[in-house]
Structures are given as structure tokens and as C-alpha cells.
């Protein structure tokens, strides 16, 4: 049986939130009642995260592809403010945060948000779905920045009770990307203020990264053997142990370091 693999988040990581825009103010009531979307206590996660659409290889240097995550809730409460978390991990530990690029809807501001990564010690990189703009990005768009108006924080999506939200996501990787074999996934957390809870992970969607691909010969159609349909890795059963340092509220605090817990690749 394959040895579980630890998820450490370090302080950079950590980091991606403490740093974004504060979380929009509300009622203490409200706060309290949405604290928590499951029973505490209970063995399981109250999302359940998918990752699916996506396809078998990326072209370096090419438009972005899209895909989609949907986060479904099974408990009896409604789940706001939940913050998805991308981890993008290449085989070859190559893989850095300027290589991708990836970007998911804002239904409630209609308008695309990057995703910013950090890289942490375990050569996985990690993503907030936050909104917060990439540095990198702004720098390039400077001309056109100052002429936009100011946009929103992103609040996180609201889960229904025992319903769902599809996320629209997509997703490409820089012409200096190295090629090879890339597994993502991703986990839910449900941010309170500067705490938060981990809520939900998702399956592995395991893909490529490849130079353009030939031109097809004359008749031939595109298949699954052409990089049209995803490789998706359903894990199943498979939970974090949980095994959070300290307390959740560590988790969007700078400065710290948090293992978020065992994944194991098979039961």
C-alpha cells in the first residue's frame, strides 16, 4: 500500500490569505451561526468537492482551458464563505507558481479572479481561491488597471443545505513550463474572519503538460487518445487525517506552519 503523502503548508502558503482583502463584516448572529456548516464532531467532511471537464494535456504557451469544480454539501446547514484550494504537483518537482495560470468565475462580481500560488517545502503548490490579484499579473496590466473600477472582495461561495455550486474554472501554463505529469486536487475551507475550517477535498485530476501537439492527419477526428477527455483520478474515501497543528485558526494566520494531514493514495 502506498505511504500516505503529507500535506504541508507553510508560512508562504499560509500566507495567500493573511494577506488578501479582509473578509467582509457581518452580524455577530450571523458569524456564529455560520461558524461551522457541520456537526462537530463528525468523521466527515460536510463538502464534497469534483473536479471534472478538464482535458488529458495542457499546450505550453496556449489559452487556458476550462473545467469545473463542484462543491456539493451533505450536511443539513448551509456552507458559507468557502475559499477552495488548488495544489498543483509535478513529478518531477519542477513546477513553480509563475508556470500556471489559473483563474475561476465570480458569478456574484460576473467577472474572472486569479488564483495566486505559493510554493511550499514540499514542492506542491498551493492556491487560494480568494480573488486577490496576482502581482505578476497587475504588473503586466498596469495600463488598464488604473481605468478599471474597484472590484469587490470575493466572499467565497455560499454551499445550500444538501445542494450544489458549480465553480467554472480554467487553467493554462506559461511557455517556460516544464513538461511532464501534473496532479491536482482541491481542498474547501470555510473562512471565519482570520480563522477557518477545513470543509471538503476533492479527487486528483492528473493531466500533462507538452509542447503543441502535431497537426491531425486528413480524417482523423479527435478522440479521447487526443487530450479531449480528462483523466480523472476519483480518490474515493480518501480524507485528510487531520492531524491540524495547534488550532484551525492557524490556518489563515502569516508566520505559521500547519500540516494539514495524511492523504492516502489507496485503502
Not at 507553510?10 to 455560520?34: D, M, Q, V, W, Y
Not at 487556458?64 to 513529478?91: F, I, K
Not at 506559461?174 to 477545513?198: F, L, S
Not at 479531449?228 to 483520478?233: M, R, S, V, Y
Request: hydrophobic share 40%; aromatic share 6%; charged share 25%.
Amino acid at each position: 500500500m502506498p505511504k500516505p503523502r503529507v500535506l504541508v503548508l507553510g508560512a508562504t502558503a499560509l500566507a495567500i490569505f493573511s494577506t488578501a482583502a479582509p473578509a467582509p463584516a457581518s452580524p455577530a448572529g450571523e458569524s456564529a451561526a455560520r461558524s461551522h456548516c457541520a456537526s462537530p464532531g463528525t468523521p466527515d467532511f460536510p463538502i464534497a468537492a469534483r473536479l471534472s471537464g478538464g482535458p488529458r494535456t495542457y499546450e505550453r504557451g496556449a489559452p487556458p482551458r476550462s473545467w469545473r469544480l463542484e462543491l456539493r454539501n451533505g450536511s443539513g446547514a448551509e456552507c458559507r464563505a468557502v475559499h477552495p484550494v488548488a495544489v498543483l504537483a509535478d513529478r518531477g518537482r519542477a513546477l513553480a507558481p509563475d508556470d500556471i495560470r489559473l483563474d475561476f468565475y465570480d458569478p456574484g462580481a460576473a467577472r474572472w479572479r486569479p488564483v495566486r500560488f505559493e510554493r511550499t517545502d514540499e514542492a506542491e503548490n498551493v492556491g487560494v481561491f480568494d480573488g486577490a490579484d496576482d502581482p505578476g499579473r497587475a504588473g503586466r496590466n498596469q495600463g488598464r488597471a488604473h481605468r478599471a473600477a474597484r472590484v469587490p472582495a470575493f466572499p467565497g461561495f455560499s454551499v445550500p443545505a444538501h445542494g450544489s455550486v458549480p465553480v467554472r474554472v480554467r487553467l493554462g501554463f506559461a511557455k517556460g513550463a516544464p513538461e511532464g505529469a501534473v496532479t491536482a486536487n482541491v481542498t474547501a475551507v470555510q473562512r471565519r474572519g482570520d480563522d477557518g475550517d477545513w470543509v471538503g477535498e476533492s479527487n486528483d485530476y492528473t493531466f500533462g503538460i507538452g509542447k503543441a501537439p502535431g497537426r491531425a492527419a486528413p480524417g482523423k477526428k479527435r478522440g479521447a487518445d487526443d487530450g479531449e477527455q480528462p483523466i480523472l483520478a476519483d480518490t474515493g474515501s480518501q480524507r485528510p487525517l487531520l492531524a491540524i497543528a495547534a488550532a484551525a485558526g492557524a490556518l489563515l494566520l502569516a508566520g505559521a506552519s500547519l500540516v494539514v494531514g495524511a492523504r492516502r493514495s489507496g485503502r
